[in-house]
């Protein structure tokens, strides 16, 4: 299994902090896909993905146990 943690509006879309799903043996981007299928109200197009809290691109694979990070981007001044 895997823990998925959203953080700003993802979590509010997603309504949890984080979530647990089997994602090993995926890409990225079929995280994303599953993820967009359960919650509809998640934009996902332009978020920075980690795993195990490093930067990840949609086609890395992802592992038994491993940490996904949904990061959107951020604003300031």
Known sequence: MNKVLFFAHLRDAVGEEFITIDASGRTVADLKQMVLEKYTSVNLEN????????????????HEGSEIAFIPPVSGG
């Open 47 to 62: 978020v920075m993905t980690a795993i195990n809290e490093e930067f990840a691109s949609d086609d890395e694979m992802i």
